[in-house]
């Protein structure tokens, strides 16, 4: 049987090659087919170095910092009723998602990214601040809305802040208006079936003011929680923040002749995870066969070892 050192030896070696592993996997998220959830005030993606597609030269995200928002505009809630944002503003800040539903992958990853963010952060929805999501297709309606703010409600994991969490629909003119203020470009593409149902788009928050004033942009699909709470706790005081690097979520793209819109995330994201196990896996065989190797020759020492008296003088032979 090993022996306990001999056990704890090699899970020790187990210890530094999950941290090592974890390093090589923070290589491969800088690498331009991944968002990564920056440090403190880090709310950028990782260089990109392919040159995006011509379909999204009029897609992007322009950073208009201290631009109202037009609060008189009126959207649809997922109630199906008829509200003007300035509903949501006056004594606390909200954080705004332009998406669209049926999204095939990245406005879920976003929503998914900033649900998980809130989670670690203090402050509550309803209470200290709003989340105003707003489609960006006019073709979808209260259902899908209502559908949308149970599953990320479901997700964030406390039903009672409901009354902070808003999914909107609206007419094209809405859109356009709310949309050119933000400086959220986007264009539609067809999807699988050759229609023109889907959008190419970039992926971002932004948080404003309780005055309706862009106050600060998050890039990407994932955030950092202190950026937020630093970005609500600045935007509830009117404050303005900083821009940041405008480079955009191309790793994302769709390409409309492929349809691998989601296929390049979910590939990069396995290979990352295998390449994690294959390491670990590598790794631990190999310390366990060496210590067993050493166990073994330690073993045949001793015996050769046993078999001499106090003397010197060998026993049996």
């Known amino acids: 049987m090993r022996s306990m050192s001999t056990i704890r030896r090699s899970w ?3 210890a530094i090659a999950a941290a090592s592993a974890v390093g090589l996997c923070l290589v491969a998220a800088n690498s331009p087919l991944m968002a990564q959830v920056s440090g403190y005030g880090e709310k950028t993606m990782g260089p990109v170095s392919d040159k995006p ?3 999204l ?3 992007g995200i322009a950073q208009h910092l201290n631009w109202q928002v037009p609060l008189t505009l009126t959207f649809t809630d997922d109630a199906g009723k008829q509200v003007q944002l300035s509903s949501y503003f006056g004594k ?5 998602a332009l998406v669209y539903y049926q999204c095939p992958m990245l406005c879920s990853e976003e929503l998914n990214g900033l649900t998980s963010a809130l989670q670690m952060v203090k402050y509550v929805p309803g209470k200290d601040f709003n989340i105003i999501v707003v489609s960006i297709d006019p073709t979808e309606g209260t259902d899908l ?4 703010k149970r599953s990320y409600l479901k997700r964030y994991g406390h039903p009672e802040t409901a009354a902070g969490w808003h999914f909107m629909t609206g007419t094209q003119a809405n859109i ?3 949309t050119k ?4 470009g986007y264009v539609k593409i067809p999807g699988p079936d050759g229609k023109l149902t889907q959008f190419a788009h970039a992926s971002s928050i932004q948080i404003v003011t309780p005055e309706g004033k862009l106050a600060q942009y998050y890039m990407g699909v994932e955030y950092s929680p202190k950026d937020l709470m630093l970005g609500l706790n600045e935007a509830s005081a009117n404050r303005i923040g900083s821009p940041v690097d405008n480079i955009l979520t191309y790793c994302y793209h769709y390409d409309p002749q492929t349809n691998k819109h989601s296929l ?3 590939r990069v994201v396995q290979l990352g995870g295998g390449l994690t196990v294959m390491l670990l896996g590598g790794f631990m065989l190999t310390m366990f066969r060496r210590d067993l190797r050493l166990e073994h020759n330690e073993g045949d020492n001793g015996a050769a070892g046993n078999g001499k008296t106090g003397t010197g003088t060998k026993v049996n032979g």
Not at 181 to 184: E, M
């Open 92 to 96: 606390s800040p909200a954080i705004l």
């Open 53 to 55: 597609p011509a379909i």
């Open 181 to 184: 203020a933000v400086g959220f």
């Open 57 to 59: 030269d009029k897609v």
């Open 264 to 266: 390049i995330v979910a």
């Open 176 to 178: 356009d208006a709310i």
């Open 145 to 148: 809305a209502a559908a949308k």
């Open 12 to 14: 020790q070696r187990a």
